[in-house]
């Protein structure tokens, strides 16, 4: 491995996904020069094996889905997906696994791209180990921000590796379905696999351990809604059920459970969590633990080091994409404050150079039929943060909106409000559509809007926001 000599820049990126590049955005358009290292594609895990392939295997889903409730178009579509068209639009949604158009994007803002694998060697110093062999050295005047993300978690079994499982990124780039389709979990990526392979013809099994159910982290209906569903749609849910151990036998993947059961099936995807892509960075180098979360400040700087941020999911603060580029806005625009001498959090009223709303107002939807959505805090988060809180629900049936959406919708909202502030703490909605119902929720929980001025929030008729007003006089006439 041959070097060259160092190469200085303001600002040094270690990760080129969907949070480095809005890093680098920002810093670039502060007038900072700045490098971006990135060991696979640009554009990160979002773009490829997340957010974007996930979903564009769950749209045709979904599309059906609400299709078939409503008479008159129900007739047309009884037939099962175009399972090789689905995949075709997801392979196009990914760019074919190509990152050129992300590679030109960081060009054009300005910024450096390096390929090969980034390395902290010490405070404010990067090598690049690229894949030629040679290895290059880039030194931050002012910051380094590792943007590295997650990886999928797999389980301690014996032999797992042998057996080839699936991860997040098999399950989302898999080039056909497989007969039989084991999915080990009850998370976001567990249920939505579960939706999206079922409908393509996989004939899918869901392990759950514990007795949580589905959606731990959201409110219980959601969980018990979408395994309604599920098990509607033909999926084979078993709750209390934990793998012991996993073979591969002439092909056919074995997985036993702590109760002795014995199933079998041409795949097995492990949805058990996530871990910090932080094992290979260099972090001994400044003093922290290879493989650990990164404690950061609300500027996103890491704890102890003036110089060193930790932005998106290798913080732990939220796991979502939406969260790690709000994250990455906040911690470029730091950055830039910093560079320029300028004093940062208590001078900026907009609060630009903060990351609050990672803590309680965090956002989610989860792409199953139907549709789960939250922000905020559960009833029982809020319960035990010592809120005095009491949550009020609705069925969405009875909104007329969702009598659009066709016969037999199915839905609930939740809105938790805590009574010595009068404001929303959190809100979930479960039922067709109501993903792009969130940010109204969000608006209100990040903003601490009072109830009483969300009462002339007016809805419009006859859409599935007016499930607000339903909320409202619920909370005020009970």
């Known amino acids: 491995m041959t070097q060259s000599e160092s190469i200085a820049y303001d600002v040094v990126v270690i990760g080129a996904g969907p ?7 920002r810093t670039r358009a502060a007038g900072l020069s700045t490098a971006v290292v990135e060991s696979e594609l640009v554009g990160g895990e979002c773009s490829y094996w997340a957010c974007m392939p996930s979903k564009a295997l769950l749209r045709p889903v979904i599309a059906r889905a609400d299709a078939r409730r409503l008479p008159g178009l129900a007739e047309a579509v009884s037939g099962p997906l175009d399972a090789a068209g689905v995949l075709a639009r997801r392979d196009e949604y990914t760019s074919h696994w190509k990152d050129d158009g992300q590679v030109q994007w960081v060009e054009g803002i300005g910024a450096d791209l390096y390929r090969g694998q980034g390395r902290l060697a010490g405070p404010r110093t990067v090598e690049v180990a690229a894949p030629d062999g040679t290895r290059r050295v880039l030194t931050a005047r002012h910051a380094v921000a590792v943007c590295t993300g997650t990886g999928a978690a797999l389980p301690p079994l014996d032999g797992l590796a042998d057996v080839r499982p699936w991860t997040s990124r098999e399950a989302t780039s898999a080039e056909r379905a497989p007969g039989r389709l084991l999915v080990v979990g009850g998370g976001v990526v567990a ?3 579960a939706t999206a392979w079922q409908a393509l013809g996989s004939r899918v099994t869901l392990l759950v351990r514990g007795n949580a159910g589905l959606l731990a982290r959201m409110e219980p209906f959601a969980g018990e809604l979408v395994a309604e569903a599920l098990t509607d749609a033909g999926v084979d849910l078993r709750t209390n059920t934990s793998v ?33 892509r932080t094992g290979d960075i260099g972090l001994e180098t400044v003093g922290l633990e290879p493989g650990s979360w990164l404690t950061v400040d609300d500027s996103l700087r890491v ?26 806005r906040i911690a470029g625009a730091a950055i830039a404050a910093r560079a320029s001498g300028v004093p940062i959090l208590e001078s900026d009223p907009w609060g630009a150079h903060a990351a609050t709303a990672d803590h309680d107002a965090v956002p989610q939807v989860v792409f199953t039929d139907p549709e789960a959505a939250s922000v905020g805090l559960t009833l029982a988060e809020a319960e035990q943060a010592g809120h005095r809180v009491r949550a009020v629900d609705i069925d969405l049936a009875t909104v007329a909106g969702a009598s659009l959406y066709g016969d037999g919708y199915k839905g609930r909202a939740r809105m938790v409000v805590d009574l010595e502030d009068e404001i929303v703490r959190g809100v ?7 993903g792009e119902l969130i940010h109204s929720a969000t608006v209100a929980v990040a903003g601490q809007v009072p109830v009483s001025r969300l009462w002339h929030a007016v809805p419009s008729y006859p859409t599935i926001s007016e499930v607000w007003l339903r909320l409202l006089e619920a909370y005020r006439d009970n």
């Open 19 to 25: 949070v480095g590049e809005n890093v680098a955005d």
């Open 191 to 193: 249920v939505e696999m």
């Open 303 to 328: 704890d102890g080091h003036d110089w060193l941020y930790a932005v998106g999911d290798v913080n732990h603060r939220a796991l979502l994409t939406h969260q790690g580029k709000y994250q990455a």
């Open 428 to 434: 979930t909605f479960v039922g067709p559509g109501v």
């Open 244 to 276: 012991e151990s996993v073979t591969r036998e002439n092909g056919t993947v074995v997985a036993v459970t702590d109760g002795g059961d014995r199933f079998e099936a041409d795949e097995i995807l492990f949805a058990t969590g996530r871990t910090p």
